[in-house]
């Protein structure tokens, strides 16, 4: 079955612990993101990779990093962990196709809520 | 750069009758068109999306919506209500020609009644 995997699901820690959020996809797809969903400001894209090796900055990446050393999978990483990043978060990824995947889908994970105490 | 407003963080309708929900984007290029729905607990699922051609789009459970260039609008609609649409809908755009950023809206809540 084609799909977007997270890990956690939940998880609720305190301020300054360093955390990895797993995202793993299994479609062969070059392209990843990271969203956080806050009330009121819908999704906002965190970071984003086009391929093994190249991530680059979304609209909120301050206190956040990511890495791309295999296609299929695509962590999240707060090195420091801050209550104003309790949030829902999202992972999706698209394949690049000859359009450059403009007109594909992006297939979201189930989300992984994250507390910061 | 693109933006997307929901009018209406909460819609309310009766079992039956019409859904409407309104999106309206800003883009100074050829947009693609997005809606997608979260019910509880659950991660996005598209509904449907607009990229070129015809611009009334049909999408999953019976949704519909229409682009309209001189609007700069995709509604989202469904003649008839069922309980079981109620959860939060989100519009998105993504400009042609460049990247694969999905900048989206700040949902809106729909509520069905009995």
């Known amino acids: 079955e084609a799909q977007v995997t997270q890990n956690p699901r939940y998880l609720i820690t305190v301020t300054g612990k360093k955390l990895t959020v797993t995202c793993s996809q299994n479609?062969?797809?070059?392209?990843m993101s990271w969203y956080r969903q806050d009330p009121g400001l819908g999704l906002r894209q965190i970071y984003y990779s086009m391929n093994v090796e190249v991530t680059d900055k979304g609209d909120v990446p301050e206190g956040y990093k990511v890495s791309r050393k295999e296609k299929r999978n695509f962590p999240l990483i707060l090195e420091s962990p801050s209550p104003n990043q309790t949030s829902l978060y999202f992972c999706?990824?698209?394949?690049?196709?000859?359009?450059?995947?403009?007109?594909?889908?992006?297939?979201f994970g189930p989300g992984t809520r994250l507390t910061v105490l | 750069a693109q933006s997307v407003t929901q009018l209406g963080s909460h819609v309310s309708v009766s079992e039956g009758a019409l859904v409407l929900l309104r999106c309206n984007y800003s883009s100074s290029v050829p947009p693609y068109l997005f809606w997608y729905v979260q019910y509880p607990n659950q991660g996005l699922q598209l509904l449907l999306k607009?990229?070129?051609?015809?611009?009334l789009v049909k999408g999953i459970n019976g949704f519909e919506a229409e682009f309209k260039k001189s609007e700069t609008s995709f509604h989202l609609t469904k003649p008839s209500a069922h309980m079981s649409d109620a959860a939060e809908y989100f519009c998105?755009?993504?400009?042609?020609?460049?990247?694969?950023?999905?900048?989206f809206g700040t949902g809106t809540q729909l509520k069905v009644e009995l």
């Open positions: 479609m062969n797809h070059e392209y």
């Open positions: 998105a755009v993504r400009l042609t020609g460049g990247g694969n950023k999905l900048t």
């Open positions: 999706a990824s698209i394949p690049w196709g000859l359009a450059g995947g403009q007109t594909d889908t992006q297939y």
């Open positions: 607009y990229t070129t051609g015809a611009t």
